[in-house]
């Protein structure tokens, strides 16, 4: 049974930094894609950062150069690691893995973490 576990969020001052971790069990991130994905209040669900299990990550505009996704394969844990960060950036981040990294969008991620919580305010 596939597993994943956020953890990492919580509530950082606008220009602030935080690290997220997602610790998965029951596949293996050589064999699988794994995305970041982000829901705000009132809004829909939506990619943040994928990266399939070879290759170079898919990162959304909005937040490229700022986030960075990582895995350690030993550790069986990705990473988002996240800069400067907006009261925009705010909300509910989720991990999800598929075998096959298509599009960085939620539709195309079959298993998911619980999520954890992002807040940027002042």
């Known amino acids: 049974q596939l597993r994943l576990v956020e953890s990492g969020g919580g509530v950082v001052q606008p220009g602030g930094s935080l690290r997220l971790s997602c610790v998965v069990s029951?596949?293996?991130?050589?064999?699988?894609?794994i995305g970041w994905f982000r829901q705000a209040p009132g809004k829909e669900r939506e990619g943040v950062s994928c990266?399939?299990?070879?290759?170079?990550?898919n990162t959304a505009a909005s937040v490229k150069g700022r986030f960075t996704i990582s895995k350690d394969n030993a550790k069986n844990t990705v990473y988002l690691q996240m800069y400067s960060l907006k009261p925009e950036d705010t909300g509910v981040y989720y991990c999800?893995?598929?075998?096959?990294?298509?599009?960085?969008?939620?539709?195309?991620?079959?298993?998911w973490g619980q999520g954890t919580q992002v807040t940027v305010s002042a």
């Open positions: 029951g596949f293996s991130l050589d064999d699988y894609a």
């Open positions: 999800a893995a598929d075998p096959v990294l298509r599009i960085c969008m939620p539709a195309f991620f079959h298993s």
């Open positions: 990266v399939g299990s070879t290759g170079s990550p």
